[in-house]
């Protein structure tokens, strides 16, 4: 069965960048079925769809509005993994980030144990 | 922020059942699939039904999904003490191009 593993700090300073990483296994990163997303949660913002990487023929992207200015997903087909990369963070950032597999309406059946990223001086 | 409204509490006693709706708009419940999540305290949310009212393998038939227009509903009967959770409704939003999550809604079991 697919398994995603969550990497990266806990603790990033305002304006820095935010990097975590979602390992998979029991899937391809390059599958033409599936996609990969991240999501945050916090208190103030509820859950919050980040954005979402897929290979359909070639690599696709979609980021949420509130934050495409400032995000990166990307695949990595050598360690079978994708990454999240948010610039330019501040306070607001601060949440519990999940990764997960698939679509957030046709179901997102597997999710990652969650990062929760305090962004703090 | 979230574009997908839902009650913020429901409850009922145990055995009971309980309805929570996810009000949206053409652009994404109208258009697409709708999925719910359930969240135990601590945890990742959960994939409970995907496709507006299907139940991955091991999802007891307790629960169930349904959609109307731009509206989803899902049902819990039944209701146990293990059911006490946070349960979010999501869809993609084909204007937008996002992925779109409801507020979120407290079911306690009285």
């Known amino acids: 069965q697919v398994q995603l593993q969550q990497s990266g700090p806990g603790l990033v300073k305002p304006s820095q960048t935010l990097s975590l990483t979602c390992a998979i296994s029991g899937d391809s990163v390059s599958s033409n079925s599936a996609a990969w997303n991240w999501i945050r949660q916090s208190p103030s913002r509820g859950l919050e769809w980040l954005g979402r990487t897929y290979y359909r023929s070639k690599w696709r992207n979609d980021y949420a509005v509130s934050v495409r200015s400032r995000i990166t997903i990307n695949p990595d087909t050598s360690k079978n993994q994708f990454s999240l990369q948010l610039n330019s963070v501040t306070p607001e950032d601060t949440a519990v980030y999940y990764c997960a597999s698939r679509f957030v309406d046709r179901g997102m059946d597997v999710w990652g144990q969650g990062t929760t990223v305090t962004v703090s001086s | 922020q979230s574009v997908l409204t839902q009650p913020p509490s429901v409850s009922a006693a145990p055995g009971q059942k309980v309805t929570i709706s996810c009000s949206g708009s053409s652009s994404n419940i109208g258009n697409n699939y709708v999925s719910w999540y359930q969240q135990l305290p601590g945890t990742a949310p959960k994939l409970l039904i995907y496709d507006n009212n299907e139940r991955p393998s091991g999802i007891p038939d307790r629960f169930s999904g349904s959609k109307s227009g731009t509206s989803a509903t899902l049902g819990i009967t039944g209701l146990q003490t293990g059911d006490e959770a946070d349960y979010y409704c999501?869809?993609?939003?084909?204007?937008?191009?996002?992925?779109?999550f409801g507020t979120g809604t407290k079911v306690t079991v009285l």
């Open positions: 999501g869809t993609w939003d084909s204007s937008l191009s996002v992925g779109v």
